[in-house]
């Protein structure tokens, strides 16, 4: 709501109003409009009534995926490997409600195996320039074990996405969506960002953000060559997104710090040291996510802490210098994936 809030004003903002930005905020919503427009996604259904879910839970034969319509800080999809799991799931989000009205209406669907990889791009509305392609971490734990997080490390480019792959996405799920919300009387501008599930040549969307993905950015912002202002401008201010964004052709890797406990308790207000250090390594930056200044120091103010993100020439060069740097700054009560990047080696 902020974009309409800025044009209200007549000033200038970057992004998707709240109607277009729908896309992200409610899952039915998406999954619909992907119904409607053939845009390639699991088979689902959408419920608001407790019993008809229920009752198609049992149709339908795990493992099943649900997910809370609304926004729920990353943790409002959960795979459901039996029935039982799937109906005490069910009974959490729509009778407990556990994330709130997020949880009145949920999507249903199936689960899919594969290979998720993030596809962003900027839009004006009609013209879509895609950006590098990346990959992220969403597990907690090494050999993505453990629960889902918002992302515990990515990089760029990832190989699984080939030249052949990239025209498909973009005819089959860029242009289209773009061309649907339009059609819509969404018009969506800004960046859009597709997590899809890729087996071989067969790719569907999990979910769209209207947003760089955190933490793709990270790696993404080091291998772009353009800047990315001009472009934000011109979209921002209604004019026509045109050409192709230049790239460095080194590979990037960002390794997420976060705060042991994370996702669930951790501990805040601890110092972080020798950032500034890092810092000055060649080809390394530590993004901030969770921090705050307290009295001169750097300490840690949220989950994910930093994005410690390195470049390299190649995706073994990138990941050696982001663990490097990851090493100087550790603390023992940070918490890292020691395999971010692996899953790129049986590519190259
Ligand atoms: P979403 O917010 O919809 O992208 O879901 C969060 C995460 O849950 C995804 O990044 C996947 O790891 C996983 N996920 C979501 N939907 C499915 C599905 N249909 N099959 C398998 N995994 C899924
Ligand atoms: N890393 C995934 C996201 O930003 O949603």
Redesign the pocket.
Known sequence: GIVDRFQEEGLNIFGPNQAAAEIESS?AYSKNLMKKYDIPT?FFSTFVDYDEAVNWVKEVKPPL?I?ADGLAAGKG?I?CHTEEEALNILDDIMNSKIFGDSGNCVVI????EGE?VSFIDFTDGENVIPLESSQDH?ALLDGDEGP?TGGMGAYSPAPVLTPELHDIIMNKVMIPTVKAMKEEGREYKGILYA?L?IKESDIKV??FNCRFGDPEAQPLLMRMRSDIVPLMKTISSGGVAEGEIQWYDEASVCVVMASKGYPGDYKKGFPIHRIDEVNSMDGVFVFHSGTARDDGNIVANGGRVLGVTALGNTIPDAMNAAYKAVGHIDNELLYYRTDIGKKALKYI
């Open positions: 899952k699991a995926v997910k999809v795979i669907e199936e689960f899919l998720e969403k889902n997590g599930m999990l979910e």
